[in-house]
């Protein structure tokens, strides 16, 4: 199986703060990964798919990069509306596996 | 509008059994692979299973956890998905989202979820 490491697991961070959140896979995946949003109490959300495309709707400060196993979301200015817990996720074959999540908290 | 709709949740002993559902609408069913993930209260996202959308045959996966107990199946004609759990653990307590796709398309759209709580 694919295993996928996130750091950090938590980070705290201002409003304005460029944040950047990175998932490592074990072995090589392609482009075959998603970034996913989640609140508190709410739904999962993708916000990033096949790498680095912004999902339809998605403000335009998220970003993501990488390819084979290393890969990078990125906010590029942290918003209120932003401190939520972050899931990467491998498709690239079964089973997917998700990161352990980082999450964003308010400093 | 594309909506992912579960139902089936409950409370449920240990070794017993629950069907869940998912009703689609909004897109076109029988051309999106689906899968199923869950999350345990306080914990993180889990893959579950997934379902091809193949007109001749179905490629089935399931994680390592849930393999010989769980049973994904799909009507394309009713856009449903559905999840037979059988010998159900304690640890299978969890909420389970409906999740559309594979390819580009994995994880675009999310049920609202479904809680399963297995407990005596």
Known sequence: DIQMTQSPSAMSASVGDRVTITCRASQGISHYLAWIQQKPGKVPKRLIYTASGLQSGVPSRFSGSGSGTEFTLTIGSLQPDDFATYYCLQHNSYPYTFGQGTKVEIK | ?120
């Open chain 2, 1 to 120: 509008e594309v909506q992912l709709v579960e139902s089936g949740g409950g409370l449920v002993e240990p070794g017993g059994s629950l069907r869940l559902s998912c009703v689609v609408s909004g897109f076109t069913f029988s051309s999106y692979s689906m899968n199923w993930v869950r999350q345990a209260p306080g914990k993180g996202l889990e893959w579950v299973s997934s379902i091809s959308y193949r007109r001749t045959g179905s490629y089935i996966n399931y994680a390592d956890s849930v393999k010989g107990r769980f049973i994904i199946s799909r009507d394309n004609a009713q856009k449903s998905l559905h999840l037979q759990m059988n010998s159900l653990r304690v640890e299978d307590t969890a909420v389970y989202y409906c999740v559309r796709g594979a390819g580009e398309a994995t994880g675009d759209y999310w049920g609202q979820g479904t809680l399963v709580t297995v407990s005596s």
